[in-house]
């Protein structure tokens, strides 16, 4: 089991950063990849970056060259630095774990966190 919980959402103007936090507990080093996910409301839930256990990364498109995803391994928390913000990035996000152990797969959630691009 993996615990996943996020943070550092929030309001913040167009052009602005967040920098999101997804602190992970529970079996860890079964984890081999995080992802950040996003979901605006009326849309489908849309997979924004992700980051592996030997520190792969990949973004979606639309995120390139604003964001940024990182770990601290010594915490095992999975940071999303958002940088020139745009409306459209506005979503709950979501960090999600996908596990292997005992030849089974696993993925877990984190309940998610608001960030509002707004003037």
């Known amino acids: 089991q993996v615990q996943l919980v996020e943070s550092g959402g929030g309001l913040v103007q167009p052009g602005g950063s967040l920098r999101l936090s997804c602190a992970a507990s529970?079996?860890?080093?079964?984890?081999?990849?995080t992802n950040w996910y996003r979901q605006a409301p009326g849309n489908q839930r849309e997979l924004v970056a992700h980051?592996?256990?030997?520190?792969?990364?990949n973004y979606a498109d639309s995120v390139k060259g604003r964001f940024t995803i990182s770990r601290d391994h010594a915490k095992y928390t999975i940071y999303l630095q958002m940088n020139t913000l745009k409306p459209e990035d506005t979503a709950v996000y979501y960090c999600n774990a996908l596990t292997y152990s005992n030849s089974a797969q696993g993925t877990y959630w984190g309940q998610g966190t608001q960030v509002t691009v707004s003037s």
């Open positions: 980051i592996t256990s030997s520190s792969s990364t």
């Open positions: 529970g079996s860890i080093s079964t984890i081999y990849r």
